[in-house]
Structure formats: C-alpha cells, structure tokens
Antibody, heavy 128, light 110 residues
C-alpha cells in the first residue's frame, strides 16, 4: 500500500525548534518530490515548501512565511523526509501534511504531477 | 505570494451544477497550466481531483471538470451529489519555484 506517515508533532514554546518526519512506504521514494502543506485550525491549506528528488539535486524551495526558519531534508535510504522547524511562532500552529509529488526539473518544472498521496497529518501547537 | 481568491461558499441542489472560481495573477494561474484542485471532507485529508487545469486522476468521477481563462481557473461539479459536500481548494505553481493554494470554497448540497 502506498502510504505516507508523519510524526514528530507536539506542543512547543515560541522560539523553540521541532523536527517532523514523513516516512514513505509502498513506492520508490527516491523517484518523487515531497511537499509539506499545513492547515491552521479552522483555516485553509497553506503550501510550506518542497524538496526535489535526488535526480534534480534535492533542491528545496520554501514559502516566504517560513523561509530562513524551516528546512526540508530527505534520506532516500530510509524513505524519510524531514521538516526542520526553527524559531517557531504561534502562527505556525497547524496540522502539517507531507505529500508525494512528481516534479521534474531543477528550476521550473517541465512536468508536474501534484500531491496525489497525503499523509494523515501531524499536529504542531506553538504556545507558551 | 498571496493566496488565490476563491468564493467562500457555493451551494446547489442534487443534480445541479456548481462552478468554483479561483483567481490569481499573471505570475501564477495566468502563466502556468500547473493548476490543481483538491477536495477535503470535514476531518479528512485533502484529495487531488484535478491537475494540469483539466485532467482527472484515475478514479475521479468525470462529474468534476476544470478550465482556465486568463488569470482565473474554474472547477465545475456536474450532477451534484450529497457526497460532494466538502471544501475545495485550488492550487497553482507560481513564480520563484513556489506553489500557492486558494482560500478555499465550501460546497453545500441543499
């Protein structure tokens, strides 16, 4: 079964750090890009960032709201993607989802198949 | 990058058609055909229903169709059914290798 499972969420104080994990199974993880999407309580979806596959340099891109605070990494040998979140703010409180994408291209994509598989999400609460 | 603009809600009776608009700019929806739509039932994970403006993934009913004109993309649900009641989000590739979601639309089946 094709599956993504997030973990690592929890309650954290403002200014602290947290690392989320996204473990994949049922498909060749290294062939895919991975995106992170979040949803604040009662709000809409917000794109956080993504990391390209190794074939395209494992280059990551970020939304302006998290750039310079969040880092996306991947370990294809373990089929895991990570979202390292630093300097957390109360506005970062949300359910965080990882998704599977096909993104071909080191810059703009020449082919893109979006977010066809989603994890169940992990909740991050930033509060003092 | 600002969120794409969608109507807050639309409604229709069973069997009717509803259309949801998704308005962006010339740097996202207007420039690229990487426009997608997602359906999210309450408490559930989003599901991809349209990609590349008007393509349906395998298993998605052909009652869902997409289109684009200029800076505005649209999702039409034909033959509305009770299970179509959900939140719908558009998404587009945007400048500087980023993506942006729409504000979301709640579809109510009367």
């Amino acid at each position: 079964e094709v599956q993504l499972v997030e973990s690592g969420g929890g309650l954290v104080q403002p200014g602290r750090s947290l690392r989320l994990s996204c473990r994949a199974s049922g498909f060749t993880f290294g062939d895919y890009a991975v995106s992170w999407v979040r949803q604040a309580p009662g709000k809409g979806l917000e794109w956080v960032g993504f990391i390209r596959s190794k074939a395209y340099g494992e280059i990551a891109e970020y939304a302006a709201s998290v750039k310079d605070r969040f880092t996306i990494l991947r370990d294809d040998s373990e089929s895991i993607a990570y979202l390292q979140m630093n300097s957390l703010q109360t506005e970062d409180t949300a359910v965080y989802y990882c998704t599977r994408d096909v993104y071909l291209g080191s810059g703009n994509p020449y082919y893109y198949y979006p977010m066809d598989v989603w994890g169940q999400g992990t909740t991050v609460t930033v509060s003092s | 990058q600002s969120a794409l603009t969608q109507p807050r809600s639309v409604s229709g009776s069973p069997g009717q058609s509803v259309t949801i608009s998704c308005t962006g700019t010339s740097t996202d929806v207007g420039r690229y055909n990487f426009v997608s739509w997602f359906q999210q039932h309450p408490g559930k994970v989003p599901k991809l229903i349209i990609y590349d403006v008007n393509k349906r993934p395998s298993g998605v009913f052909d009652r869902f169709s997409g289109s684009k004109s200029g800076n505005t993309a649209s999702l039409t649900i034909s033959g509305l059914q009770p299970d179509d009641e959900a939140d719908y989000y558009c998404s587009s590739y945007a400048a500087s290798y980023t993506f942006v979601f729409g504000t979301g639309t709640k579809v109510t089946v009367l």
